[in-house]
């Protein structure tokens, strides 16, 4: 049953609710968790990597001071160390960051990509002989002769179970083949970059 008497007594009924103008408590916390996340990211990274990212140097040694740490509880204290260093950084500092890992996600991918199709091109080689004129076709500067035998020696340590030390040497000349040489092209850009 609908009360009459209410809204008579002379105020609206949203005139004591309080107006907030600042982010809730969950909010915030789900804005330091990501903060937590993204320099416990910058932690897992190589020190050379780390060095490469653009953020303010006190954050920088605070990351690299926690890869050393061993001790686990040790380690822990400093990943909050970490996250209340990277709360204090700007919007525009965080996106930063958070733009160089994210390209790192998409060459680690490539990579990846190009390692199976290395390995596809291997099994190839190994499985038919014609795999080999054709790569010699787009290869011409790659050793033939020592092609040949690193392929009988793979399938010979197929056949009986031995370690695959051709198997790997036939990816290791793989991987120089596709390794892209530096181009005139590139060097008279590096060179242009230098002046």
Known sequence: MVNPNRGAVGFRSDEFEQQYDRPSKSQLKREMTALQKLGE????????????????????????????????EGR?????????????????????????LDSWKGASKSETAAMHALERQREKLLA??????????????????????????ARKEQAENKPPKAYREIFQILKSLQSPSSSPDQDDHDEAEEE
């Open 76 to 100: 822990r204290r400093q990943m909050q160390y970490v996250g209340k260093k990277m709360r204090s950084l700007e919007e525009d500092e965080v996106a930063a960051i958070q733009k160089v």
């Open 128 to 153: 038919d002989d014609k795999a080999l004129t054709a790569l010699l076709a787009q290869h011409p500067e790659a050793d033939a002769q020592q092609l040949r035998a690193l392929i009988r020696n």
């Open 41 to 72: 990211e910058l932690v897992s990274q190589p020190k050379d990597r780390v060095m490469r990212v653009p953020m303010p140097e006190d954050v920088r040694e605070v990351i690299l001071e926690c890869q050393k740490i061993k001790d686990h």
